[in-house]
């Protein structure tokens, strides 16, 4: 009997992608092999934490389900995703038995230090195409220190409705295990609206709309493609850095490992304000440079993604808005699409960064007020 072919090299031979509007097209897209899972996360009445005010605490345990993954995989890339109240990713075959823990451990912590349930599973790309959907990814290169994955055919919403039937569930973890969060951060300011609103917009396909959503998804393009830069939420230097930083309380829960939280928060304190002082001054130390890694954090934010759908968060003027709701509206009356959206007076942001000497760190932005979350809500309400 032959041995079953080696695909863990899958997705780091996939081509990499320069034109995010080439995304648009499914043909862009390579299906995940049979042996490989994907990973989803999502935290439970993550509306109900937006409306206490704790969607930036939300945030960060998304980015927290990326960043173990991150630093599980030893260097190894994998495809993943950020949906603001929860996350996606795929994982090959022997990498399914650590992904489980770290997505286990990240649950446990969400808990312990947010009362936050974060629902988790690993699902095996196998039962999803058994069940008639498929899952695709493709590699996009943002910037050339940073890519993010794109995932098409449906098989992630599924599995992330699978998991909040409580189906292909994980094994709690021990009290007081804590997860791998090394370089999960937030530390830059909000970024207020430039051009009158940021906004939240997730589009997703209706039934299987195929070639139909593949025009519409370019169509929103190319209206967002007439906005300053695209509507790229970061300005172009980079967002400001202020000291005490606004995240200072939930990087310290991300990393203090079971230490007094207060002497954490202290400690970053201390760590953060020489990073202020050579943010503003623009002095270089050494080999860093402040104005360089700024800049590099906005060409490497992930403002727009395919997750399954069309994902954005966009620095819009109001005649945009108007435009996209009218031909959102009309592909809705036509059976090719379901939106929803928030508009909100600024974006935040949070990142991932493996060290600041280098150009591979990752920026998740989202709405600061609602966002994705808010926008998903209004989907569902139609």
């Given at each position: 009997?032959?041995?079953?072919?080696?695909?863990?090299?899958?997705?780091?031979?996939?081509?990499?992608?320069?034109?995010?509007?080439?995304?648009?097209?499914?043909?862009?897209?390579?299906?995940?092999?049979?042996?490989?899972?994907?990973?989803?996360?999502?935290?439970?009445?993550?509306?109900?934490?937006?409306?206490?005010?704790?969607?930036k605490t939300v945030n960060m345990v998304g980015g927290a389900v990326?960043?173990?993954?991150?630093?599980?995989?030893?260097?190894?890339?994998?495809?993943?995703?950020?949906?603001?109240?929860g996350a996606g990713f795929?994982?090959?075959?022997?990498?399914?038995?650590?992904?489980?823990?770290?997505?286990?451990?990240?649950?446990?912590?969400?808990?312990?230090?947010?009362?936050?349930?974060?629902?988790?599973?690993?699902?095996p790309v196998r039962d999803i195409r058994a069940a008639g959907h498929d899952v695709a990814v493709a590699r996009y290169r943002v910037s050339p220190g940073a890519e993010y994955a794109m995932f098409s055919g449906g098989g992630l919403s599924w599995a992330e409705g699978q998991m909040k039937q409580g189906l292909y569930a994980l094994p709690e973890a021990a009290p007081g295990t804590v997860p791998d969060l090394t370089g999960?951060?937030?530390?830059?300011?909000?970024?207020?609206?430039?051009?009158g609103t940021i906004l939240s917009l997730v589009v997703l396909p209706e039934g299987?709309?195929?070639?139909?959503?593949?025009?519409?998804a370019a169509r929103i393009l190319g209206i967002a493609d007439r906005l300053d830069r695209g509507?790229?939420?970061?300005?172009?230097?980079?967002?400001?850095?202020?000291?005490?930083?606004?995240?200072?309380?939930?990087?310290?829960?991300?990393?203090?490992?079971?230490?007094?939280?207060?002497r954490r928060r202290l400690s970053l304190l201390g760590r953060t304000l020489p990073a202020w002082f050579l943010f503003r001054s623009g002095i270089r130390l050494g080999r860093f440079d402040p104005r360089h890694y700024a800049a590099m954090t906005g060409?490497?934010?992930?403002?727009?993604?395919?997750?399954?759908?069309l994902k954005m968060t966009l620095d819009s003027d109001r005649a945009t808005v108007s435009a996209l709701r009218d031909l959102l509206d009309r592909a809705r009356a036509d059976g090719v699409a379901r939106y929803g959206m928030c508009e909100q007076d600024a974006a935040m942001m949070t990142c991932i960064v493996p060290?600041?000497?280098?150009?591979?760190?990752?920026?998740?932005?989202?709405?600061?007020?609602?966002?994705?979350?808010?926008?998903?809500?209004?989907?569902?309400?139609?």
């Open positions: 009997m032959d041995a079953a072919p080696d695909t863990s090299g899958f997705y780091e031979n996939l081509p990499l992608q320069d034109r995010f509007a080439v995304l648009a097209d499914p043909g862009a897209y390579a299906p995940l092999p049979d042996d490989w899972h994907l990973g989803v996360a999502d935290v439970e009445n993550s509306t109900g934490a937006v409306a206490d005010g704790r969607y990326i960043s173990a993954q991150i630093n599980g995989m030893r260097e190894r890339i994998f495809p993943f995703v950020f949906g603001g109240d795929a994982c090959a075959p022997g990498q399914i038995a650590r992904a489980g823990r770290a997505l286990a451990a990240v649950r446990c912590w969400a808990r312990e230090e947010f009362s936050l349930t974060l629902r988790v599973a690993l699902v999960l951060s937030c530390r830059w300011s909000d970024m207020a609206a430039r051009n299987r709309a195929g070639p139909a959503f593949a025009r519409l509507g790229h939420p970061v300005p172009a230097q980079g967002p400001r850095n202020r000291w005490p930083n606004p995240g200072n309380r939930l990087e310290a829960h991300a990393s203090r490992a079971g230490r007094s939280l207060m060409a490497n934010a992930d403002y727009r993604k395919f997750d399954d759908g060290s600041p000497l280098r150009d591979d760190h990752v920026h998740f932005i989202d709405g600061a007020a609602g966002g994705y979350t808010a926008a998903a809500a209004a989907l569902k309400r139609g």
